[in-house]
């Protein structure tokens, strides 16, 4: 009995500390977001704001001073006392936020806030983003306004704009407009590609390249990609991949094979850019075609493994 007296008591304290230790590290975490003015240096901005000129140019892939325009948006770097202080005064607006709209928003654990701070308040210019340029995007869970503003290229403020939200909580499952006008058509494709044809794509790759090393399966990813890109080919996964004749997985079946997790790495990694063919778009194994003749005259670009890829 006595053991049983002490344990409860030191059950309570460890639980108490793990409560404790789980609030820290479920508080979301805080940028600051500046929004250039007309007349603005970034020399002018770090010292308004206490920070370090070269580590916010680093924390912007600034490399040119003169490349800045009015509009754009720029993370400070929290690194000093003032910038904390923000830090908590934001944090704290944010809770109140948050209970004031606890029951209309899903709150996610470590959620990424932005602090949007706009002296001139001007609103960005949505009207010279063309409609076609503009997708429906789902929001999955852990997605923030900070991190979608960097996938695709754009601002904070361009989305809340394109969809009138007034602050950067969003809800998983919640439908937003994003706009797709600075990125290239490899990250358009990256960012629409569905789990269905992911599963495709490891499919083909599994059936096409299991044996072969790993930069070598990434390639065949490419060229199924590289075609989809190319006007040369259909625009879809499945209209390339089953397009008669072009690929042996799917004439002898082993399409229809479970692709392992190396298959999906792949698929990936290709998916968001790598291209070891550096443009390839078709590959063939010598020892195995029937048809070498139809690459002949083909500039050959690499050789992976057992593959050759030819433009």
Known sequence: MKNKNIFIPNLMIFLIILLF??????APSLSLIYVIQQGDTLSEIAAEY?????????????????????????????????????????KKKLFTEYKAQKNKLTFAINTHYAARINPGQQAPDIDKIPEDKIIDYYVGPGDT????????????????????KENS??????????????????????????????????????????????????AVAAVIINRVLSRQFPDTFAQVIYQSGQFSAVSDGQINLTPNQTAYRAAREA?????????????YNPRTATRVSFFRGRRVITEIGDHVFVE
């Not at 991190?147 to 394109?162: C, M, Q």
């Not at 058509?185 to 992911?198: C, D, F, G, T």
């Not at 998916?271 to 590959?283: E, I, K, Q, V």
């Open 145 to 164: 306004l900070y991190d979608l503003a960097r996938d695709f290229s754009t601002s904070i403020g361009t989305i809340l704009a394109l969809n009138d």
């Open 50 to 90: 206490e920070v370090d000129l070269n580590q916010l140019k680093t924390e912007n892939n600034i490399s040119n001073e003169a490349s800045i325009r009015m509009g754009d948006e720029l993370v400070i770097p929290q690194n000093n006392k003032e910038n904390r202080e923000t830090e908590k005064k934001g």
């Open 271 to 283: 998916l968001n850019g790598s291209d070891p063919t550096n443009g390839a778009l078709y590959f």
């Open 169 to 218: 909580f969003l809800r998983t499952g919640e439908k937003i407009r994003l706009p797709i006008h600075n990125l290239t058509s490899h990250q358009i494709l990256n960012q629409r590609v569905s789990k269905q044809e992911l599963d495709l794509l490891a499919r083909a790759i599994y059936g096409e390249s299991r044996g072969e090393p790993y930069v070598g399966q990434v």
């Open 21 to 26: 230790s789980t609030a820290a590290y479920s």
